[in-house]
C-alpha cells in the first residue's frame, strides 16, 4: 500500500512562503495522482490542489490560483506544494493523498493513503 508523509509546514507572517513535501515510500509514486487537502479546526477538508502521474495536468482550488504552486519528482518519489503569498485563512493542517487520477479530485473520499498532516499557521 502507498504511504505518504507530509512536511514542511510551520509559521509563517503573512504574505509569507512555505513548500510542503509529500514523500511516498513502499509504492513508486509515479503510478499516482496526488492530491493536496487541508483541514482547518471546525471545517470541512478541503481540496487544494491535484497533480497527475506524470505531472502534466493540475488542479487547483480557486481560493488558491495564482498563489500555490503544486509539482512532483517522480525520481525523488516526491510531490510538493509551493506556497506562496500566504493568508491567515490558510491556516490548517494540509494533507496529501493519492488516487489513480484526480477526475475525482476535490472529493476527498475518492483518495487513499493519507499522511499524518502537516500544520500550516499563518499569523502575525
Known amino acids: 500500500q502507498l504511504q505518504l508523509v507530509e512536511s514542511g509546514g510551520g509559521l509563517v507572517q503573512p504574505g509569507g512562503s512555505l513548500r510542503l513535501s509529500c514523500a511516498a515510500s513502499?509504492?513508486?509514486?509515479?503510478?499516482?495522482?496526488i492530491g493536496w487537502f487541508r483541514q482547518a479546526p471546525g471545517k470541512e477538508r478541503e481540496g487544494v490542489s491535484c497533480?497527475?502521474?506524470?505531472?502534466?495536468?493540475?488542479k487547483y482550488a480557486d481560493s488558491v490560483k495564482g498563489r500555490f504552486t503544486i509539482s512532483r519528482d517522480n525520481a525523488k518519489n516526491t510531490a510538493y506544494l509551493q506556497m506562496n503569498t500566504l493568508k491567515p485563512e490558510d491556516t490548517a493542517v494540509y494533507y496529501c493523498?493519492?488516487?489513480?487520477?484526480?477526475?475525482?479530485?476535490?472529493?476527498?473520499?475518492?483518495?487513499?493513503?493519507w499522511g499524518q498532516g502537516t500544520q500550516v499557521t499563518v499569523s502575525s
Open positions: 493523498a493519492g488516487a489513480p487520477d484526480c477526475r475525482m479530485w476535490p472529493h476527498y473520499v475518492s483518495f487513499g493513503s
Open positions: 513502499v509504492f513508486p509514486l509515479d503510478r499516482f495522482a
Open positions: 497533480i497527475s502521474s506524470s505531472g502534466g495536468s493540475t
